[in-house]
C-alpha cells in the first residue's frame, strides 16, 4: 500500500503545497481522502481499473474545491464519492453551471454516498466519527491490508478524534494553527495538540497535514511544526505535496 499527499495545505494554496487531496493505492481499490486542488495530480498515480472512492471530510471549499478537475482524471472505471448528509446537495448546488461543469458531464460515472456516523463495509471496511469543527465534518477510520489509517481533519483533538485514532498504524491529522487559541470556536489543531492526541491513541506514526499556509508559510515552518511535535511523539512527520508512505 502507498499513501501520496497531493495536496497538505488547509484553507488556500500557497508556494507550500495544493489544498488537501491524499490518494492510497491498495490492492483492490484506490482511496481518495479529500478534494482540494491536489486531487488534479491523482491522474499521475491511477493507472489501474481498481475501483475508486473518494472520501470527503466535509464541504469547505478548500476540502472540495479540486472536484473542478475530475475531468483530468483519466478513469474508465466509476468512482464513488463518499460524504455525511449533504452531499447530493452539495454536488448539486456547486457543480453545476455557472460555477463548475456538471458531474454529469463527466466521461465517467459518479456515483454519491451519503454516510451516517458509524461503521461500514461497503467493501471498504471503515468508521466515521463527527468531528470538532465549525461545520459538520466526518474523520474516517479505515481498516486496509491489515493496516488502520486514521484521518482526521479539520478539527481540534477531541473525544471521536481520539476514537478513530485508537491503535492507528498511521494517524493523518491536521495543523491549521501555529499556536491553538484559548477561545478555538473554529476547530483546528496546532503541532502540540496533534502530538498529545497521538500518544494518548498509541498510535505508530503521526502525519501532519492540512497546514493553515499563514501560520505555516515555508518549508521550514512545517520542520520547526515536526520538531515541535517530536518532543511530545517521537514518530511524527509533517507531510509536504511530495510525500510518499509505503506500507
Ligand atoms: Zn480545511
Ligand atoms: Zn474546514
Given at each position: 500500500m502507498?499513501?501520496?499527499?497531493?495536496?497538505?495545505?488547509?484553507?488556500y494554496?500557497?508556494?507550500?503545497?495544493?489544498?488537501?487531496?491524499?490518494?492510497?493505492?491498495t490492492?483492490?481499490?484506490?482511496?481518495?481522502?479529500?478534494?482540494?486542488?491536489?486531487?488534479?495530480?491523482?491522474?499521475?498515480?491511477?493507472?489501474?481499473?481498481?475501483?475508486?472512492?473518494?472520501?470527503?471530510?466535509?464541504?469547505?471549499?478548500?476540502?472540495?474545491?479540486?472536484?473542478?478537475?475530475?475531468?483530468?482524471?483519466?478513469?474508465k472505471?466509476?468512482?464513488?464519492?463518499?460524504?455525511?448528509?449533504?452531499?447530493n446537495?452539495m454536488?448539486?448546488?456547486?457543480?453545476?453551471?455557472?460555477?463548475?461543469?456538471?458531474?454529469?458531464?463527466?466521461?465517467?460515472?459518479?456515483?454519491t454516498?451519503?454516510?451516517?456516523?458509524?461503521?461500514?463495509?461497503?467493501?471498504?471496511?471503515?468508521?466515521?466519527?463527527?468531528?470538532?469543527h465549525?461545520?459538520?465534518?466526518?474523520?474516517y477510520?479505515?481498516?486496509l491490508?491489515d493496516?488502520?489509517?486514521?484521518y482526521?481533519?479539520?478539527?481540534?483533538?477531541?473525544?471521536?478524534?481520539?476514537?478513530l485514532?485508537?491503535?492507528?498504524?498511521i494517524?493523518?491529522?491536521?495543523?491549521?494553527y501555529?499556536?491553538q487559541?484559548?477561545?478555538?470556536?473554529?476547530?483546528?489543531?496546532?503541532?502540540?495538540g496533534?502530538?498529545?492526541?497521538?500518544?494518548?491513541?498509541?498510535?505508530?506514526?503521526?502525519?501532519?497535514?492540512?497546514?493553515?499556509?499563514?501560520?505555516?508559510?515555508?518549508?521550514?515552518?512545517?520542520?520547526?511544526?515536526?520538531?515541535?511535535?517530536r518532543?511530545?511523539?517521537?514518530?511524527?512527520?509533517?507531510?509536504?505535496?511530495d510525500?510518499?508512505?509505503?506500507?
Amino acid at each position: 500500500m502507498k499513501i501520496f499527499f497531493l495536496g497538505t495545505n488547509g484553507w488556500y494554496d500557497s508556494t507550500a503545497g495544493s489544498t488537501p487531496s491524499i490518494l492510497i493505492d491498495t490492492v483492490d481499490s484506490y482511496i481518495i481522502l479529500d478534494a482540494g486542488f491536489g486531487l488534479a495530480k491523482a491522474g499521475e498515480y491511477i493507472k489501474k481499473d481498481k475501483p475508486v472512492y473518494l472520501f470527503l471530510t466535509h464541504f469547505h471549499l478548500d476540502h472540495i474545491c479540486g472536484l473542478s478537475a475530475l475531468s483530468k482524471l483519466p478513469l474508465k472505471q466509476s468512482l464513488t464519492i463518499l460524504s455525511h448528509k449533504g452531499l447530493n446537495k452539495m454536488l448539486k448546488t456547486l457543480f453545476v453551471h455557472p460555477y463548475a461543469s456538471p458531474t454529469k458531464d463527466l466521461s465517467f460515472k459518479i456515483k454519491t454516498k451519503e454516510l451516517k456516523e458509524g461503521s461500514y463495509n461497503l467493501p471498504i471496511k471503515f468508521e466515521c466519527r463527527k468531528l470538532a469543527h465549525i461545520d459538520l465534518t466526518f474523520g474516517y477510520r479505515l481498516y486496509l491490508e491489515d493496516k488502520i489509517i486514521s484521518y482526521c481533519s479539520d478539527t481540534k483533538p477531541c473525544i471521536n478524534d481520539l476514537k478513530l485514532a485508537t491503535g492507528a498504524d498511521i494517524l493523518i491529522h491536521e495543523c491549521g494553527y501555529n499556536l491553538q487559541p484559548p477561545d478555538d470556536f473554529w476547530g483546528h489543531t496546532d503541532p502540540e495538540g496533534a502530538g498529545k492526541l497521538a500518544i494518548e491513541a498509541g498510535v505508530k506514526k503521526l502525519y501532519l497535514t492540512h497546514f493553515g499556509p499563514n501560520a505555516f508559510p515555508t518549508r521550514a515552518k512545517r520542520l520547526e511544526a515536526q520538531k515541535r511535535t517530536r518532543k511530545i511523539f517521537k514518530n511524527s512527520f509533517s507531510a509536504f505535496d511530495d510525500t510518499m508512505i509505503e506500507l
